[in-house]
């Protein structure tokens, strides 16, 4: 079964940058889209960066032109830098596979989470 698994996060100073991993093992068939979430607290997760299997990549204005989304197929990784970091950066951040059955509908994969605290 696929698995997920994030690294990189830390404490760091506001303006600062960090660099976050999802490693993901096991076999998929086929993934419509993977991103970066997070959940602030008191807030619901939100979405921070997806891309699709064809290639476009989003961003919610809270990180545009700060975060960027990238992958390295060959290392089955994804990474999310996170530039000019602020304190409303702080968050547990999760990583997300959307997988596609075979029948045409898909489901969730999940990392753990890892924590991103930004200091002022």
Known sequence: ???????????????GSLRLSCVAS???????AMGWYRQRPGKLR??????TSGGS????????????????NAKNTMYLQMNSLKPEDTAVYYCNYNVARSSGSYYYIWGQGTQV????
Not at 1 to 15: D, T
Not at 26 to 32: D, E, L, P, R, T
Not at 57 to 72: E, L, N, Q
Not at 117 to 120: E, G, Q, R
């Open 46 to 51: 939100e979405l921070v960066a997806l891309i």
């Open 1 to 15: 079964q696929v698995q997920l698994a994030e690294s990189g996060g830390g404490l760091v100073q506001a303006g």
């Open 26 to 32: 096991g076999s998929i068939s086929s993934i419509n």
């Open 117 to 120: 605290t930004v200091s002022s």
């Open 57 to 72: 990549i989003d961003y919610p204005d809270s990180v545009k032109g700060r975060f960027t989304i990238s992958r390295d």
